[in-house]
């Protein structure tokens, strides 16, 4: 389904940004399922150190919205052992640099345990974090960490590029019996978007949505690249007809509406934050070429983080973070 | 009511089957896995019975135990099955974690047992979530976890109990100080006498018992049970003991002597409880040998059950990754199957 047919289908959506989406997602979810609470540093009077957990603390109490010491390796390693025993919590790691202080837990036991104990566990855990660069934070606050994620076999990773993505995987996330990653791309906590205001609205994990139509080229974009790209595609609607899609979940990946699209239009260009090498560019080409070889008339391009860490100073930043213009100049370049 | 508990004649006859099944258990897996009938590694528990029985029976059926590298002995004390753990350690499908698993991750979620683990200092954290679960939930159980001397240097173990310590989790942390960190004394990794003074960080009591003692270790956890059904928190009980064996089957241990080994071995755990219920008069040496006797012959049919067991089919592979199966896996899944379990050449 595209977006637009989603959003058309939902009886009714408001304006808001991704971070009221966020945030209605989990006040949505805390109001449906009394086993579901929210555990993270600063997450309940703080309200989160950006602002995603505001007022739920007020609103559903300790209980509800646990404030943790700043303990990755064990609030995320206590969310495992939660998740294995009967309850659904959400841990929010505040910069996905932190993962790996509780990579352990997370590799070894929150992914491995179904499978080591032959399904005799469920494990319906989400980890909320953020990631990106664009705010002058530096190397240790600004990674875009979710290639790890979706690459290691047992978790599932979700990367919203728009409002009603970011709600609806959210409360999908939640909703799963699967552990799940939300990677939150801070630089667009603040981008507004209509979003579905039905408590039942998710977006199914594995699902990516076409969010605009085009016939020449396809844009396969995550989280912030999704915004740029479909700018992009409309400043260069008089010359070519871009087609622009929101991968919305990198494991599982949503293959057939990649390859349908490539089919169509025979170009790709890949747009994803994080570092070109051995990453999500690289599944996602290696899929489409899997799939839909024969139908590519150019080059498939990638446009990512130059294998560097994100710098500190401004231009510096600037220099590395991919953006709208890297995505005009691939699309250009082979069409 | 627990499973069995010291302070009835029948509980105490209880505590002494399992703590014999354990040894026999550990040493017919040891000469099986001499043998090469058991693949992978074996991390054995002999010597140390005292510690995970004592501690089982200070517990109810439904409290939760994560264990360590050195589960067997916590299985058969919370009360798992030995038939079902040996077809495990021997890889097959009718083993507790249908052969994906083996002998470091035998688990039983419904039975409360959250998994022996691989990695040293993991199973605290998922005991304070276990313990996160019951007070979330207002359940009357507790969740103890099972760390080695070694583990006490990892940065989770604290990380975890200083969590459950700060939020009143209820939660035992129950320390097995067997002397060795894999090869390494203990007094080489840690500068702490005793390893329960590391409790005084997260201001809730620290108790180091005689963990040769079965008695003595079933008191502690007790206690330590009570205070963490009271809402006080967690409480670290370490238990001095030691492991006959290697760090794992195989282990030329050039780290110690003989001599020490059968120092400890005159403070034998078995020994000690069976002299003691035989001087009280509640057991006799006919009734030891004969329960001896059934417990080599429940061992020698568990053997038997797991060499007979079937080997799990190929495609199970692909099965029990996630509750729902993504398309990456489907693929894989329905080749194999369609194979007849053999996957070669073209997979897609």
């Known amino acids: 389904m595209t977006a637009q047919a989603e959003i058309e289908r939902a009886e009714e959506t408001e304006t808001m940004t991704v971070r009221e989406a966020i945030r209605m997602a989990l006040r949505e979810e805390l109001q449906r399922d009394e086993d579901v609470y929210l555990m993270g540093e600063d997450v309940g009077k703080f309200g989160g150190v950006l602002e995603v957990t505001g007022g739920l603390w007020e609103e559903f109490g300790d209980e509800r919205v646990r404030d943790t010491p700043i303990s990755e390796a064990g609030f995320i390693g206590a969310a495992t052992g939660a998740a294995a025993t009967g309850t659904r919590p959400v841990a929010e790691l505040m910069f996905s640099d932190f993962m790996g202080v509780s990579m352990e837990q997370i590799m070894n036991q929150m992914a491995k345990m179904r499978y080591m104990f032959g399904g005799k566990t469920g494990m319906p855990v989400t980890v909320r974090t953020t990631e990106g660069g664009g705010m002058g934070a530096a190397s240790q606050h600004s990674g875009t960490v979710h290639a790890w994620i979706a690459h290691f076999p047992g978790l599932k990773a979700v990367a919203p590029g728009t409002a009603a993505a970011a709600k609806g995987l959210t409360k999908a996330a939640v909703r799963s019996n699967d552990p799940v990653f939300v990677f939150e791309n801070k630089m667009i906590y603040e981008q507004q978007g209509e979003v579905p205001t039905d408590e039942e609205f998710t977006v199914p994990l594995g699902e990516a ?39 919305r979940s990198l494991y599982p990946l949503d293959t057939e509406t990649i390859a349908d699209s490539v089919r169509k239009t025979g170009r790709l260009v890949v747009a994803d934050e994080s570092p070109l090498s051995y990453g999500v560019h690289a599944e996602i080409v290696s899929r489409v070429q899997e799939e839909a070889f024969f139908s590519l008339d150019a080059p498939i391009q990638r446009i990512g983080t130059p294998d560097t860490h994100m710098p500190f ?23 | 009511m627990a499973d069995y508990t010291l302070e009835t004649e029948e509980g105490r006859r209880e505590a002494l089957r399992r703590m014999l099944t354990i040894r026999e258990f550990d040493s017919t897996a040891g000469d099986y896995f001499a043998d090469g009938e058991i693949p992978g590694f074996v991390h054995l528990y002999i010597g140390e019975e005292a510690v995970g029985v004592g501690a089982c029976a200070a ?28 077809a495990e350690l021997f890889g097959k499908q009718d083993g507790y974690c249908n052969g994906k698993g083996g002998s470091m991750h035998i688990a039983d979620v419904d039975a409360g047992m959250l998994g022996a683990n691989g990695i040293v200092g993991a199973g605290p954290p998922l005991a304070t979530g276990a313990a996160l679960s019951i007070d979330y939930d207002d359940r009357e159980q507790v969740a103890v976890g099972f760390l080695g001397d070694g583990a006490v240097a990892q940065g ?17 942390f129950v320390v097995e100080n067997n002397r060795y960190g894999e090869g390494t004394p203990v007094e080489e990794q840690h500068n702490v006498d005793d390893l329960s003074d590391t409790a005084g960080a997260y201001d809730i009591p620290g108790v180091t018992v005689d963990g040769m003692d079965v008695t003595a270790v079933a008191e502690a956890v007790e206690e330590a049970r009570k205070r963490a059904r009271s809402g006080d928190g967690p409480t670290i009980v370490e238990a001095e003991t030691y492991r006959y064996r290697g760090h794992y089957e195989g282990d030329e241990q050039p780290y110690r002597d003989e001599d020490e080994i059968e120092k400890w071995k005159e403070q034998d755990p078995i020994d000690r409880f069976s002299d003691l219920l035989i001087d009280r008069g509640e057991l006799t040496e006919e009734e030891l040998e004969e329960m001896r006797s059934e417990i080599e012959a429940e061992i020698e ?43 070669g050449g073209d997979r897609r």
């Not at chain 1, 995550?222 to 010359?239: K, N, P, Y």
């Not at chain 2, 409290?63 to 058969?76: F, K, L």
């Open chain 1, 209 to 247: 949505a076409v969010e605009r139509e085009g016939e020449d080229v396809t844009v396969v974009a995550t989280q912030r690249l999704v915004g740029e790209s479909l700018q992009t595609a409309d400043s260069l609607s008089d010359d070519v007809s871009v087609e622009v899609i929101d991968v």
């Open chain 1, 313 to 335: 100073s401004p231009p510096l930043e600037q220099e590395v973070l991919p953006d709208g213009d890297d995505v005009r100049e691939a699309i250009e370049l082979i069409t």
């Open chain 2, 59 to 86: 517990l109810e059926p439904d409290d939760y135990i994560a264990s360590t590298h050195r589960g067997h002995g916590h299985c058969i004390a919370k009360g798992l099955d030995p038939q079902l753990m040996m």
């Open chain 2, 156 to 172: 989770q173990v604290h990380e975890a109990i200083n969590l459950a310590a700060t939020w009143d989790l209820p939660a035992v």
């Open chain 2, 301 to 343: 049919e568990a053997i038997e059950y797991a060499q007979d067991a079937p080997l799990p089919d190929p495609s199970e592979a692909y099965e029990d990754m996630f509750a729902e199966m993504p398309p990456e896996i489907e693929r894989f899944a329905s080749q194999a199957r369609a194979d007849g379990g053999s996957l």
